[in-house]
Structure formats: C-alpha cells, structure tokens
C-alpha cells in the first residue's frame, strides 16, 4: 500500500500574513504529506500538483508531459466553459514541444552563453551604477523597485534586443500588466496587443535596417516577422519582469534577514552562493503546467493521458528531503541543483543573463548603501497577488543615512 492520498481542495490565493518569501501554507502541508497530491480544477477536471523535488524534476526532463498551450484546457483558478484553447503563437516557444520548440530556441541558444553573458558584465555594471549615482542623488530614500530593480535589467534586454532606449517606459508597464497578475482580461488583452503591434513595427524596422542586437542576428535564418515577434516578446517578457522581481525581493529578503546580510556585506566571496540561494529561498517563477500524453505512473500515482499536472517550484525548492533546512535563507548553503529555472528542454535561456546581473547589482546596491532600510513596516511592503505569473513586489521604499 502507498501513502494515502492527499487532495488540496483549490489552489491558494494568498500567502500566510507575514511570510511573505514562503510559499502559500497549503502547498508546503501539501508537500508534508507526499511528493503528489490530487487538485480538483474549477471546470471539475481532477488535476495534480506535484510539490516534490524528485517529481518535479523528472516531469520537467520527460517528454510525455507537454508544454503545449492548446492542451492546457484545464486552469487551477479559472473555468474556461467551452472555449476552445487556441495554440501558442508563432515565435511564442514556451508553450510548445518538439519540433517547434527546437525551431525557435535553437537559433538563441548562442545568443546566451555563460561566455556572451560574463562579456556583458561591464555593460551591467555601468548601467547599475549610473541607477544607484541617480537613487544617491534623489535620496535618502526610494521606490528601490522604479528605481533599481525594474530599470536595470529592462535597459540590458531592450539592448540585447535592439528596443530604442526611449521605448522602454511602456513596454514595462505593458508587461508588468499581463503578468502582475491584477488587472481584468481586457486590460490584459489591450497591454498583449500593443506590445504586439510594438513588436511588428520593430521587427519591420530591423528587416529594413539591421542593428547589432540579437534580433537582427535571426533575420539571417527563415524566420517569418511573426516567429521573430513571438521569440521577441518571450525574450523581453521573461529577461526583464523575473530579473527585476528577483532584485526587488531579494533585496527584500536580506533586510529581512540582517545576519544574513551582514555576512554577505563582510565576504564578498559569497556573492556566487548567495544568489543561487535566493534564487532558490524566493522562486519567483513559482509553478508551471504540464499536460500528460500518454498515461504516465508518477510518485506511485497514475497520471492519465490529457490530465492537467500543475508543478510547483517553490515547494520543490523547499523540499526537505533535498534540502537541509529548507525555509531558512542560508547564503552560506552549499547544496546547488535549484529549479529556479526549471529543468530539461525549456530550462529557462536567460538564466545566465540573470546571474551576471543579480551578480553585480545586488553587491553594488549593499556596497553603495550600508545603512540601507525599509522606510515602512515589512507587513506595508506591496506584494504582488498570489495570481501572478511572476511572484514579486510592487514596491519596496527604502531609506539610508547619508
């Protein structure tokens, strides 16, 4: 006999009142009881979620689980009725599988190499100190998430990709829309579209006059305007909203946690460790779908073919049997082998873009200010709503002595 089966009657919606890095209570008892556990959706389909690091990890890495847009039917929070669930656009090769998925990543996997990303490492660091010389001077105090968090890595992606620098403003508020995770469908609609019709035009733009940006470098291969649109607004999407609510609540997490970040500020040899720990600690990228192919035997359990697997991340990253103490911020800690950026063939592209630049603007903005602090209550910061797709912060006011 296997354990008994525990069922998590809905996704939760919020985070326990003051544990704002922890994963939603339900999920961790969830996790207690055993790696899977069943979840009725909405619409009546019994769905899974799969909380433990094992599971999570051998989903990720089998190709029996799809990625596919147009089979994920099924939503934890909302009942589609009868609607049909259209395929991912082209370009669009997150929710997507083999070929396809090969056809859109294989020209960028290039583009993002450990090396290519560490010879953009002075570029950050000028771009983080011209943002903490600005945040000096308007001080002593700050939104950290307008002014450091959501600047920088929007300014290194819109470069990487050949945005002209004064296009910036919008594209952020447009993204932060439809994965904020707060507005109705037709505001979500109405931001997807304009970033779309941005998008056209920009493509256009660099067929008739090529830069040197990555997005030019694509119009060598058959690429049609609309593949390169898609490619275009995963890249920007996903390069600048989880990078900036990494540093937004990472820098959260260490005025939380002030002997963690002293011992960080006294040993800046920590820097390597301490980021792969809070990518861990905070998972912002909390959970992802798969649907099964085929039936597949998982943690014991039968998944059935079309059933709807919801893995989750941060409880993954939290699991006890993988690591020691997993609820304490640890930047010492010397297990590696986080899923913060997934695993297996949509393993997250960008995830050495990110290190380089939570590398240098974290140490930069702890060096720059000593005497940094919340300017309000830890309970006042805004939060992003559990509904988000990118877990994060609003805004995070800090202030210094100068």
Not at 173 to 180: A, K, M, S, V
Not at 355 to 375: D, I
Request: with cysteine.
């Amino acid at each position: 006999m296997g354990e008994s089966l525990h069922t998590v009657a809905t996704m939760p919606a919020a985070r326990r009142p003051g544990c704002p890095f922890d994963p939603p209570a339900e999920l961790v008892e969830a996790r207690e009881h055993g790696p899977i556990s069943r979840l009725p959706f909405p619409d009546g389909h019994q769905g899974w979620l799969v909380t433990g690091y094992d599971l999570v990890r051998s989903v990720l890495a089998d190709p029996r689980f799809s990625s596919r847009k147009e089979l994920m039917r099924h939503h934890p929070l909302i009942d589609y009725g009868e609607i049909e669930v259209p395929p991912a656009p082209p370009g669009e090769f997150l929710l997507m599988d083999e070929p396809r998925h090969g056809r859109y990543r294989k020209p960028l996997v290039g583009k993002f190499t450990v090396r290519r990303m560490r010879q953009l490492t002075e570029r950050v660091e000028q771009v983080t100190t011209e943002h903490l010389d600005a945040m000096e001077k308007a001080g002593p105090s700050a939104d950290l998430v307008t002014a450091f968090a959501r600047p920088i890595p929007s300014v290194i992606i819109c470069e990487l990709l050949g945005v002209p620098y004064e296009d910036r403003g919008s594209f952020q508020d447009n993204i932060d829309t439809f994965l904020g995770g707060e507005v109705d469908d037709e505001e979500l609609i109405a931001a997807y579209v304009a970033t779309q019709g941005y998008l056209a035009e920009l493509v256009a733009a660099k067929r008739a006059n090529p830069t040197d940006d990555i997005l030019s470098d694509l119009l060598d291969g058959d690429l049609t305007d609309e593949e390169l649109q898609g490619m275009a607004l995963l890249l920007l999407s996903a390069g600048f909203d989880t990078t900036a609510n990494m540093l937004a609540l990472g820098t959260f997490a260490l005025l939380s946690n002030p002997g963690q970040l002293a011992a960080w500020r006294a040993d800046p040899g920590l820097t390597e460790g301490a980021v792969e720990e809070l990518l861990r600690y905070l998972t912002v990228a909390k959970q992802f779908h798969r649907v099964a192919l085929e039936d597949v035997e998982l943690g014991g359990r039968t998944v059935e073919a079309g059933t709807t697997v919801i893995l989750s991340y941060n409880t993954a990253n939290r699991d006890p049997e993988r690591f020691t103490d997993p609820h304490t911020l640890d930047l010492r800690r010397q297990e590696g082998g986080h899923l913060a950026f997934g695993h297996g063939v949509h393993q997250c592209l960008g995830q050495q873009l990110a290190r380089v630049e939570l590398r240098v603007a974290l140490p930069a903005l702890l060096g720059r200010f000593p005497t940094l602090r919340l300017a309000v209550g830890a309970e006042e910061v805004a939060l992003r709503p559990e509904t988000a797709d990118i877990y994060g912060i609003k805004s995070l006011p800090v202030t210094w002595d100068t």
